[in-house]
């Protein structure tokens, strides 16, 4: 197990204009409470077709981007979600539903594939208030995800992902939950770790130079629990069971470069054992070579090229990491034969780190953030537009122990 060092780490080519993911918001309405959603359910929002049009022309007027996450709100509740996502697949885009899967019915999933569907991410975990589900432990809820997960795959031809909020409750059972992974590494290709964030109780906040009161925000509730778990904690919770863990890239922060905003590790193996993990050079050989060839980064890949991640071995010559990865896999196959006929999947985790607040205020955002999405003709961060749309403009913070010094002058 090597010690963490950004320098060990390729840095993902990410940026403003030229990105992986854009992020589309048709409707604000969701069907569930989220304790770490920074959103506001709003069941009038809907967008119409004219709007979500406008937005998707921003982003090709703005950003080269590979993928759309369609996401809320929870889309499943906009009645013409299938015409949505025909409108991301007519333009070479690759459509992505982010949802918490509670509206997907087998006949729904069938009908958005026939327009274009690539990819879903689902976000269960035990901070949502979820009917039948509430009260479940992380390990339980392994249940649900196994169900989206076997509903994505008899459809066939889907990427699918699960995304968790990890709370400082939830930080022990981040293992377990990539154990469930290994074990469907097959259906399922992505696992994400979301860190809780809220607004610090310690800060004042400011729009346009006068101070305000957030408590209309999502995420400025009073919470008795911790709100600076970091990616790096996250990761050593999953290495001190898989110790074979060995992240590739990293986006940094904007105030923080050391800041591990978006840290990915990228695993070959099979059902039953991980044999290994890409190294920095690998992924930046994928996002460069895509570039070159499709003038775009590459984000989700189709669940056929996953399973082909045999093929790489034959680049252990020219990789280390790939050569280790060889041995194990070889060594295996000398003690069971049988293994030599199981296809070798890729299966990526990605650990985000959102919006840190520095001590003077400064918000450290993800630098080269995916998931921009569009306000008033601009792209502008996600997880912040509640600000933009309540105030018309992102709030500022002031720690609050300057505030005798300020009213005393």
């Given at each position: 197990m090597s010690k963490l060092d950004a320098r060990n780490l390729y840095r993902l080519p990410w940026?403003?204009?030229?990105?992986?993911?854009?992020?589309?918001?048709?409707?604000?309405?969701?069907?569930?409470?989220?304790?770490?959603?920074?959103?506001?359910?709003?069941?009038?929002?809907?967008?119409?077709?004219?709007e979500v049009r406008q937005d998707l022309e921003?982003?090709?007027?703005?950003?080269?981007?590979?993928?759309?996450?369609?996401?809320?709100?929870?889309?499943?509740?906009?009645?013409?979600?299938?015409?949505?996502?025909?409108m991301v697949a007519d333009l070479g885009l690759k459509p992505i539903v982010n949802t918490n899967g509670h509206?997907?019915?087998?006949?729904?999933?069938?009908?958005?594939?026939?327009?274009g569907l690539v990819g879903l991410t689902f976000h269960i975990d035990?901070?949502?208030?979820?009917?039948?589900?509430?009260?479940?432990?992380?390990?339980?809820?392994?249940?649900?995800?196994?169900?989206?997960?076997?509903?994505?795959?008899?459809?066939?031809?889907?990427?699918?992902?699960?995304?968790?909020?990890?709370y400082e409750h939830t930080l022990p059972y981040v293992p377990d939950l990539?154990?469930?992974?290994?074990?469907?590494?097959?259906?399922?290709?992505?696992?994400?770790?979301?860190?809780f964030?809220?607004?610090?109780?310690?800060?004042?906040y400011y729009v346009g130079g006068q101070r305000i009161e957030i408590g209309g925000l999502p995420y400025a509730k009073d919470r008795q629990q911790r709100f600076d778990i970091s990616s790096p904690e996250i990761?050593?919770?999953?290495?001190?069971?898989?110790?074979?863990?060995?992240?590739?890239?990293?986006?940094?922060?904007?105030?923080?470069?050391?800041?591990?905003?978006?840290?990915?590790?990228?695993?070959i193996g099979c059902q039953d054992r991980v044999y290994g993990c890409l190294s920095p050079r690998m992924v930046e050989l994928a996002q460069a070579g895509h570039h070159l060839w499709k003038g775009k980064y590459l984000g989700y890949v189709s669940p056929k090229v996953s399973a082909r991640a045999k093929a790489l071995l034959a680049l252990a010559l020219v990789d280390r990491s790939l050569r280790t990865t060889l041995g194990r896999y070889l060594r295996a196959v000398l003690r069971h034969p049988?293994?030599?006929?199981?296809?070798?999947?890729?299966?990526?985790?990605?650990?985000?780190?959102?919006?840190?607040?520095?001590?003077?205020?400064?918000?450290?955002?993800?630098?080269?953030?995916?998931?921009?999405?569009?306000?008033?003709?601009?792209?502008?961060?996600?997880?912040?537009?509640?600000?933009?749309?309540r105030y018309g403009s992102f709030v500022q913070m002031v720690p609050a122990a300057s505030r005798p010094r300020e009213e005393g002058r």
């Amino acid at each position: 197990m090597s010690k963490l060092d950004a320098r060990n780490l390729y840095r993902l080519p990410w940026s403003y204009s030229d990105n992986v993911i854009s992020w589309l918001e048709p409707t604000k309405k969701c069907n569930l409470y989220c304790e770490g959603c920074y959103s506001v359910n709003n069941p009038t929002s809907h967008k119409s077709l004219e709007e979500v049009r406008q937005d998707l022309e921003v982003f090709m007027r703005y950003r080269k981007t590979d993928a759309v996450s369609i996401a809320g709100g929870d889309p499943l509740t906009h009645p013409q979600l299938p015409d949505i996502v025909r409108m991301v697949a007519d333009l070479g885009l690759k459509p992505i539903v982010n949802t918490n899967g509670h509206a997907l019915t087998p006949e729904l999933l069938r009908e958005l594939k026939r327009q274009g569907l690539v990819g879903l991410t689902f976000h269960i975990d035990s901070g949502q208030r979820r009917p039948g589900w509430n009260g479940k432990s992380e390990i339980e809820l392994n249940d649900l995800r196994l169900h989206y997960a076997q509903m994505a795959a008899a459809v066939g031809g889907l990427s699918t992902a699960f995304n968790s909020t990890v709370y400082e409750h939830t930080l022990p059972y981040v293992p377990d939950l990539v154990e469930w992974a290994r074990r469907h590494i097959d259906i399922v290709h992505v696992m994400v770790f979301i860190a809780f964030r809220f607004a610090p109780p310690d800060m004042d906040y400011y729009v346009g130079g006068q101070r305000i009161e957030i408590g209309g925000l999502p995420y400025a509730k009073d919470r008795q629990q911790r709100f600076d778990i970091s990616s790096p904690e996250i990761l050593e919770a999953i290495r001190r069971r898989f110790p074979e863990t060995e992240p590739a890239a990293y986006l940094n922060g904007t105030e923080d470069p050391g800041a591990m905003k978006w840290l990915l590790t990228v695993q070959i193996g099979c059902q039953d054992r991980v044999y290994g993990c890409l190294s920095p050079r690998m992924v930046e050989l994928a996002q460069a070579g895509h570039h070159l060839w499709k003038g775009k980064y590459l984000g989700y890949v189709s669940p056929k090229v996953s399973a082909r991640a045999k093929a790489l071995l034959a680049l252990a010559l020219v990789d280390r990491s790939l050569r280790t990865t060889l041995g194990r896999y070889l060594r295996a196959v000398l003690r069971h034969p049988r293994r030599l006929f199981q296809p070798l999947h890729l299966q990526s985790i990605m650990i985000i780190q959102p919006a840190d607040v520095l001590a003077d205020g400064r918000q450290s955002m993800c630098d080269g953030c995916p998931d921009m999405t569009v306000w008033n003709e601009h792209l502008v961060w996600s997880c912040r537009l509640e600000e933009l749309m309540r105030y018309g403009s992102f709030v500022q913070m002031v720690p609050a122990a300057s505030r005798p010094r300020e009213e005393g002058r």
